[in-house]
């Protein structure tokens, strides 16, 4: 059984990585041209305007997402594929009298200087003008899914209550209450207090759950629209920013003395700390950006890094060995992405009950 379930995991990921990593999805392949770590990396964790699925004879197959851009003629909308899986600004598509181009999964307005399409100064910084981008890129349609997949959870388990006879949940309920019954206790009762949690329940079980099932898509390296998105430091900035508008908004009186003038401390220890405790509002949410898009990260690095020693020595005979450990990375990931959602909302329930605390002096 485990040397099947051993050959089962060997396949799936020589399958995967050959067919998708290692491909070169702007052009035809180069078997001349030496492997790349960092370009390889770079390119399966940043986002971009497709979803790249393989690669047939050196032809990319992918699936083509929208892209939408305000420029000065106004509002030009087309589909990623204008662009023939170029990434590399050689491809221009023409619209309302406008030429766009896409260099590193960034859009461009083609420049119109002889035969090149792009100009850079002396550093080598593309100079040419960007249009505003509002297209809905990889990361952003798998986000959508996961908010599709969020509501219809929580509808089917609200369901099984509403049909349950004896109150008691049944099917996905079953799954559900124990989590939702585990941020209550454990998150939201002993952080926040039994007067003012359930004010702040939904947001805790939506942060949680919406971190989580997040984390959970972007492991699956076989479902089609799966993305790195709490990789991305974008997403972690926007979740921490709403704590951060959040803690800042209930804060108390209190909670403002004790920032800006501790009771009980002598006036130039006051006047020493208040600096301090001043950027520890901020450096709160830093924190929490920095640590989901981190760990996150970390994890596909690894596992992809693991993978590239294979083509880095050129030896077939090291394939064992580093499949092996990406399995374990990957068995370790499955408990990293639940543990990073827990202290994501963990500490965001810490810092919004230390904002509404009651203070006797």
């Not at 099932?213 to 972690?236: D, K, R, Y």
Request: glycine letters at 4%; hydrophobic letters at 50%.
């Amino acid at each position: 059984m485990l040397l099947r379930f051993s050959r089962i995991c060997t396949s799936l990921l020589l399958l995967l990585f050959s067919a998708n990593i290692f491909a070169n999805p702007a052009e035809k392949s180069d078997n001349s041209k030496e492997f790349d770590v960092n370009e390889m990396i770079m390119h399966h964790i940043k986002d971009s305007h497709e979803f790249h699925i393989m690669d047939i004879n050196g032809h990319a197959v992918s699936f083509p997402l929208p892209i939408i851009l305000w420029t000065d003629n106004g509002l030009v909308t087309f589909l990623s594929s204008e662009f023939n899986h170029d990434d590399s600004g050689k491809v221009i598509v023409n619209r309302k009298n406008q030429a766009f181009i896409k260099y590193h999964e960034k859009i461009f307005y083609a420049a119109q200087t002889g035969e090149k399409n792009i100009i850079y100064d002396s550093n080598g910084v593309v100079l040419n003008k960007k249009p505003l981008d509002l297209s809905i890129t990889k990361m952003v349609f798998s986000m959508f899914i996961s908010m599709v997949l969020l509501v219809l959870i929580f509808v089917a388990t609200a369901r099984t209550y509403s049909q349950s006879r004896n109150g008691e949940p049944t099917g996905l309920g079953k799954f559900t209450e124990p989590l939702v019954l585990f941020i209550k206790d454990e998150v939201a009762l002993p952080m926040i207090g039994e007067k003012n949690y359930q004010k702040y329940m939904p947001f805790l079980l939506t942060l949680f759950f919406f971190i989580w099932i997040n984390n959970v898509m972007g492991l699956i390296p076989f479902f089609p629209f799966s993305a790195n998105l709490s990789g991305n430091i974008a997403f972690t900035f926007v979740l921490a920013v709403i704590t951060f508008i959040i803690t800042t908004l209930v804060a108390n009186k209190d909670y403002w003395k004790h920032i800006f003038w501790m009771p009980g401390l002598p006036v130039p220890m006051k006047l020493f700390l208040a600096p301090i405790e001043f950027l520890g509002i901020f450096i709160k949410p830093i924190s929490l950006m920095i640590r989901l898009f981190a760990n996150i990260s970390a994890g596909h690095i690894i596992i992809l890094s693991l993978i590239s020693l294979i083509f880095i020595f050129k030896s077939i005979l090291l394939a064992p060995v580093s499949l092996f450990f990406s399995v374990f990375i990957s068995l370790i990931e499955v408990l990293v992405v639940a543990i990073q959602a827990y202290i994501f909302t963990i500490l965001s329930a810490m810092y919004i009950g230390s904002a509404i605390e009651e203070h006797e002096h």
